[in-house]
């Protein structure tokens, strides 16, 4: 049964554990799955996330709580303390432009060995990667990301674990249920199958593996 309660679906995340948070600056964050994480304690995670938000709010709350030893992002500028834990290295932090981390989370879904970008070739960002000519033009290879868990905020899910996404909540929610061993989806509302019309399903059920919340 694809519907479980909070702790049952984050049961399995220990300490060491890499987990890919959806969601931009908390639109379509899974704040419940956040806040279990939480008060679970666990220790040493990797989070791969568009952006660390604030100390008080999403991913940031983790990141305040001193459970993250490692965060693959696109955007710290919001949270003074990533940006501190940085540079007192009590937190190794990988930046990533936006558009090629967003790549390199779908080549890992779809099993591809990376991406080729001219983003970041001749900057900082290409310190330690291979750099491929290809038709008289360089590009960076970056490496697929895949993770051991993704934490999905979802709108609306059906019963067999369809996922809806009003507006904007899309964002990374979509592209990160392809690309990690076990997929948790958060959602405010769970209807029967069939609840949501086909062509409004974003993520398909047969990435999801537990759906938790449906409070509203």
Do not use: W
Not at 11 to 29: H, L, P, S, Y
Not at 82 to 109: F, Y
């Amino acid at each position: 049964m694809k519907i479980v309660s909070i702790k049952d679906a984050i049961a399995n995340i220990n300490d060491g554990a890499t987990v890919m948070i959806g969601g931009f600056f908390a639109c379509g964050t899974p704040d419940p799955l956040i806040d279990a994480l939480i008060e679970k304690g666990v220790q040493d995670l990797t989070i791969i996330c568009d952006d660390t938000d604030t100390p008080t709010t999403s991913i940031g709350k983790l990141i305040a709580n001193d459970q993250v030893k490692k965060v693959i992002t696109s955007h710290i500028g919001r949270n003074p303390l990533s940006g501190q834990k940085m540079q007192d290295g009590t937190m190794e932090v990988e930046l990533c432009p936006q558009g090629t981390l967003a790549e390199r989370i779908r080549s890992g879904g779809a099993g591809l060995g990376g991406v080729l970008t001219p983003t970041g070739v001749g900057t900082e960002v290409a310190e330690g990667k291979q750099v491929l000519n290809i038709d008289g033009k360089d590009y960076l290879l970056e490496k697929p990301l895949r993770a051991d868990f993704a934490l999905i905020g979802a709108t609306i899910a059906d019963e067999k674990g369809n996922l809806y996404f009003a507006a904007t909540t899309r964002n990374f929610n979509t592209i990160m249920a392809t690309a990690a061993d076990i997929v948790i989806a958060s959602t405010e509302l769970i209807v029967p199958i069939g609840g949501i019309q086909p062509e409004h399903v974003a993520v398909p059920y047969i990435f999801v593996d537990y759906v938790v919340g449906g409070g509203k």
